[in-house]
């Protein structure tokens, strides 16, 4: 089966800018091109683009998906590599988790002292002009 970028777009779900772009960091390989200069598609890229799409939901980088898409073309390893790119990712979710966790307390906080007056009383104007005050441990 042959079909147009278009094509390829809407039975993995994504936009052809996207499928563009993938092919130009190399995560889908370049494809192969009519004599008037179309590309053309076929159901394996219809899947590796699936996947990508997946992956990129799940928040993995460009550089995870590009490991993860290298190991998928070796099936008969043992899997601890790709565990080890989840567990690295699922570290970075923590992370983040708790950053934003730290930025709800923080403006829950502002919100909860705001004394409903005037801008010039404002407690979360005051605290946004606070430019020394962290809410968490980057500083």
């Not at 147009?4 to 499928?19: D, M, N, Q, Y």
């Not at 009519?34 to 993995?60: K, S």
Request: with cysteine; aromatic share 4%.
């Amino acid at each position: 089966m042959d079909f147009p970028i278009g094509e390829l777009s809407r039975r993995a779900g994504v936009l052809v800018p996207t499928v563009r772009y993938y092919e130009q960091v190399g995560l889908l390989p370049p494809a192969p091109r009519t004599d008037g200069g179309r590309r053309r598609y076929g159901q394996a890229d219809v899947e590796r683009l699936a996947f990508i799409r997946h992956a990129r939901e799940l928040g993995f980088g460009i550089e995870a998906i590009r490991e993860l898409l290298a190991l998928v073309a070796q099936p008969d390893r043992p899997c601890a590599e790709v565990d080890g790119i989840a567990r690295r990712h699922l570290v970075g979710v923590e992370r983040r988790i708790a950053r934003l966790t730290a930025l709800k307390a923080e403006l829950s906080r502002m919100i909860g002292e705001c004394g409903h007056g005037r801008v010039g009383e404002c407690r979360v104007i005051e605290v946004l002009s606070d430019h020394g005050l962290c809410v968490d441990d980057r500083h």
